[in-house]
Nanobody, 115 residues
Framework: VQLQAFGGGLVQAGRSLRLSCVES????????MAWYRQAPGNQRELVAG???????NYADPVKGRFTISRDTAKNTVYLQMNNLKPEDTAVYYC??????????WGQGTQVTVSS
């Protein structure tokens, strides 16, 4: 399974970005998908996750601002990030898990939020 993430960039605080992650495998429809992030000096942390049944979970700092969704027809998971804050600055990683293939990570995409 390969994951390719897109959509990072530099934005001002209060603006929005949408990250996309395309999974190359054939198990997307049954995979748990998630976004993690890692800021310099910090551990990688879960941002949001979505099950194959579209149940979602969010880290407390992003609740109400970020939305995770998935499009099975496109093998793609999205992270809509609104009202971005400087503390959201990090490298964002796409993650997938299935019983057949285990865990996979994407290459990461940088999100930088200026104040």
């Amino acid at each position: 399974v390969q994951l390719q993430a897109f959509g990072g960039g530099l934005v001002q605080a209060g603006r929005s970005l949408r990250l996309s992650c395309v999974e190359s495998g054939k198990l997307f429809s049954i995979s748990y998908m998630a976004w993690y992030r890692q800021a310099p000096g910090n551990q990688r942390e879960l941002v949001a996750g979505i099950t194959s049944g579209a149940s979602t979970n969010y880290a407390d700092p992003v609740k109400g601002r970020f939305t995770i969704s998935r499009d099975t027809a496109k093998n793609t998971v999205y992270l809509q990030m609104n009202n971005l804050k400087p503390e959201d600055t990090a490298v964002y990683y796409c993650y997938s898990y299935s019983g057949q293939w285990g865990a996979s990570w994407g290459q990461g995409t940088q999100v930088t939020v200026s104040s």
